[in-house]
């Protein structure tokens, strides 16, 4: 099978995308670069203390200043606006954009400011004067779920959000008949996306038309509606403005108690309010920190390697407020058994309250996690065996034969060839060599590692998860559109319905419409609707936009070419089983001069009614709205779903050197073999994967949100909080394989999340294995030099 | 962010004048570095005004200091809590006195103190040296009031 | 993040930023290259009242050799330094260090005298400065003083510039041997990041192999560059062999006071002073055993 | 307390600006705020992240970490003024958009404006070079692979007599 299937005229060949241009010259539309006359700006006053009651707030010296325009409280907002949306049944654990007479994390948000400029607006909130009484908190997430342990939200009775056991297949059974069983924990630690850009949002109050406008730094299924409910409004009332340029995501660009809070001060204030987060705020209150989770793993196996079971406990320490948050456990759901054939898995997801910053979605919505637990186990079942790590995986792999192939838990894998990827991968890397090198570093005295990493990116963002963990949910429509114009002059427009931060849908649409109406792409324009000018979306979450804006598309696309055909087909007179659509001309089979050309086509449809076939409507345009495929359904009773559509895969080779003198760590060599279907750009694609990898680099040895004993986040700034430079960075060999999705249009599944889901797998898998001569292992990400150091000495992290 | 802070000190004077020293509000405004105002409130509590000025970092902070478990002349406990607008500070340390020969007294310290806010979110690699610092500059103060006031 | 209002004064003269400073005393503070300080404003740990501006005085720009010393003025950028013929030929351990100084963008604004009143005690031009027994040159309106580097740093960002003195130049000495080799070598998390440990050592040779002098510095492990002459009087008079330096080394890990921050316990900044000791005195010895064969 | 403005004047991509500023507004703020000139970016505002890297007097630095103030009487170069004079993509710029050397585009400035002195004091950067260029910009999109290829590619391109 070639590493692209399928005859396409652009999709899968290399072109150069539509954003880049006005990005390289500096055109970009960033939220920031919105000035609307007379804006006021927003600088907030945040908490010190972990935990405290609020005892008094004085404004009155902030308000003296020239140019400061309004303090607010949360007094004031949480008496105008109704609580955010909280993604489990947990009504008792509000959360509003200001805090209301207690603080539960060191900077959440106390009082916003308004003032002429920033600085002014700074100038004021370090004026405003609270006196706070300092209370218990509770920083560790084992002891939080501890009967008689502080509350962070006593209302709620406990500090557990969500828990749950799922049982699924013979688990039980499975473990008493496994001749091995081992059991180990493995940490991820807090971090993040983190993009480049902070969160912003610019909103305007027009009293005439009782109209909101938005503009943000945006991608959030569903925003423009949690916006209006939180403020009161209709959702006709709130218009948020979909073309603005996000300066990254991968997720964490939320934002919706940001918007709340400005919203709610542009109306009234009756000013356009713009607020972007410093740096400062956006690491320590802008909500966007990621899953940190202790695993508890249990594995089954023979002692020919089969694996039969897994239990798996993860106790998820999502802060001190509920977002979407708790929901990142029960993504994996979808994908519990890796791409292995393993028959019964007990999963208990664990949501628990602390008093720090709360969680946010993070690329790959708690996959990544998982997968680095389940490669661990992987790992940890060979070095118990003395089995190669290859081997074991390609044993328990599911075979290219057995799909779609239903796991335990109720998803059902569409299509796959595990092996052949991993395969391909080896033999790029020429992993016997990756091997001897490794070896003969270590002859040298120097401690080598390689690792391997077999992980799966469930996609096309069916959000199943949230009915799965929240019965009063019944949410199961999770659809995607798009609207094709083409105009008198002949010329296709595609109308997309949400922000992209990156991932170049302009360029995604214009390739699916111009495959399928096989015109130009760069002749097409593509274009983001407005809130109420747009057609239903779920945003670009879940790797789904190549699947569901691009179904999309060709949905339109196609109804648009049906249109033109019947209208050949009334205007040539020949049945249009006999018309032949090439280029965007329609001629009669085999009679070259019984044709229509395109500008003809579009001419009848727009100009000439009385060539039109009955019926048809005039002009020339179509909209398509797609539910995600295998979409629809709720949970069974004991929690089986199916969670997402599309399985892409990803098999990551590392070799990684540890300076024995130093323990640093340093990335000899990364090789990645990628199967995501037929991709629609590869650039983009293997743009994306680059860097996800890079990502999941900085997660593995680099990043961490740290807080102190006293709650306080020690990395607050670029100085502590450690993202990977080009120096951190290898170069990285990405290897392509296609296995077309059945369920798609040109076979393409979603690569949005893709590097990221095995990344951090393969590094510790790295790291451990260098250690392993040692006798040592870590168990916790990220894995820091102090952390390996630590193992060099012979003792135990933390 | 958690400070530890633990040392000795030895001062050229007797244990009864040391204790009395380091009970007197005007001698503390004298060593504490930073500190402008001591305002007694009674009980063994004041009210403390600081100026910090450590190398780039400027800040101003008002706090209290209360003064427990006293058994004259040998031992104390002394409770900080200040507040300002880059963080806030709330420690305590437990101070020994013990004679050491004539005319000389080892002191000995042994405290922490958690700093939040802005200055504990950004400046944890430097915290502690200054902290260090800042002792060190306080005994300084004192050995030279001392020597000055024999 | 945007900095507490200030008044600005750009000056043509250090005599006039000397004025300003003294009467401004502590609400004025010298701005050059501003990589150190401009952040620490924007996040409004620093406001001073009144920012003097000494980036234009070309008094503070030379780079010459002066008798035994190569002299830097204050506000000599990090990239001229790094380029400097003079500065590279007859002050190797400078530009090794350079190579470790933030990147490309901060070495371009920031200057050698910045980095040195900053005393991060990571920092790299500071341990330059105390290893190699620089003299500090202040001037404030009363006139010019010395101070040597080793005194000056007290803590992390703490030194014995009092507020009206600005530091006007700095003199580092050059070793006139024929056979000099120096190293720097550090661990920091990123490349660029500050410091977890930092060591540099510069060696002299005599024609049998023998040091006949050496200086080494420990940056990171201390609350201030930390320069150990101990180790130089240990090490002068023998020769560098592997033994010698890793005695060397372990002495170094008696002689430091690290503290643990988030990224590296004291206990884990002890062992990388001693590694990196032994590897910049094995590497210095190496280079300065170079020299001998040409 | 109105703020005392400072008089500047501050040559942009080869065009003088006069303006009245306060003291404290950095040099990244007055390009996007009092000039308009929004393609230099804001990312972190303490001199790590290289987002807001403008060309000064030749050499790259970070806007964010000097004050407007301090630059009367300089010279500036923005992404803005790397382009050609019709606005369309300069070599580099175009060999970005060839070698897809970006995502979201936040970054992009700051990392064209770090390659563009890289190749005019070095037309040929090693692998190693470049990536030491760029070191001091970080990009959270691209694992940094694409924007290696971009600048091999423009330095190759411009080898060969690309204006």
Known sequence: MSAQPGNYRYIGTRRRTKEDPRFVTGRGHYVADIALPGMKHVALVTSPHASARIKAIRTDKALALPGVHYALTGEELCANVDPLYVGVDAPKVARYPLARGVVRYAGEWVVAVVADSRALAEDAAERIEIDYEPTDYILDPEKAILPGAVLVHPDHGSNVLYRRTFTWGPVEADFAKAQHKLAFRARWGRSATVPIETFGIAAQWDPGTGLLDVWASIQMPKYPDQLARALRLPGNAVRVHFDVDVGGSYGVKRGIKHTVLVGYLA??????VRFIEDRLENMRGGDMHGPDRIFDMQVAFDTDGTIHSLKIRALDDVGAYAGRSPLQLGKPVGAIVGPYRITSVEYEPISVLTNKTAQEAVRGFGQSPTNYALETAIDRVARHLGMDRVELRRKNFITRDQFPYLIPSGSTYDSGDYHTVLDKA????????????????????RL?????????EPSGGNSAFEPLFNPKNETTTWMDSCLVRVDISGAVTGVMNTSTSGQGHETLVATVLGEILERDPDTIRVVHADSLNALPSNSPVGSRMAI??????????????????AIAAHNLGVAQESLEYRDGSISAKGDAKKSLSWDQLVEIAHRKFH????????????????EVPTGGGLPTADGRI???PCYSFEAHLVLVEIDPATAQPKIRRYLCGHDCGTMINPDIVHGMTYGGIAHGIGAALYEKFAFSDNGQLASQTFMDYLMPSALEVPGIDIVDHCTPSPLTEFGQKGSGEAGYLGAPAAIASAINDALAPLGASIDELPMTPLAIWTQLQGGKTQ | MALELKGEQALKVGQQALWKLLNDPDVLAKTIPGCNTVRALGDDRYEMGLKLQVANVSGEYMGSVAITEKQEPAHYVLAVEGQGSIGFMKGSAAFDLEPKGDNETLLRYAGSAEVGGVVAGVGQRVLSGVAKYMVGRFFKALEKHIADNP | MKAAPFEYTRVSTLAEACELLSEHGGDAKLIAGGQSLVPMMAMRLARPAWLVDINRLEELKHVELRGDALVVGAAVRQCVIERNADAVRSLPLMNRALKWVGHVQTRNRGTVGGSVVHADPSAEIPLVACVLDATLVLQDTSGRSEVAAREFFFAPMVTAIAPEQCLAEIRFPVWDAPRVGCSFEEVSIRHGDFALVSACAQVALDADGKCVRAALGIGGASPFPHALPEIGAMLEGKVLDDMLIEDAAVAVAGLIDPDGDLHATAEYRRFLARMLAMRVLKAAAEDAAGKGAK | MSEKLYPVSITVNGKAHAAEVPSRLTLVDFLRDTLRLTGTHVGCEHGICGACSVILDGAPVRSCLMFAVQLDGCSVTT????ARPDGTPSVLQDAFCEAHGLQCGYCTPGMIVASHALLESNPQPSEAEIRDAIGGNLCRCTGYQQIVDAVQLAA????KGAK
Do not use: H, S
């Open chain 1, 448 to 456: 080598a590692g390689v690792g391997i990493a077999t992980c799966l």
């Open chain 1, 611 to 626: 060539k039109l076939p009955p019926g048809l409507e005039p002009g020339l345009q179509a909209k398509f709205v797609w």
């Open chain 4, 79 to 82: 992404i803005e003024g790397l």
């Open chain 1, 642 to 644: 199916q969670m997402y």
């Open chain 1, 548 to 565: 569901m804006l691009g179904g999309a598309a060709a949905g339109a696309a196609k109804k648009v070419k049906a249109a033109l055909m």
């Open chain 1, 426 to 445: 080896l033999r790029a890397a020429d992993f016997p060599a990756l091997v001897a090198e490794r070896d003969a570093a270590r002859k040298a005295g």
């Open chain 1, 267 to 272: 109306k009234k204030l009756g000013m356009p």
């Open chain 4, 156 to 159: 190759g391109n411009l080898a």
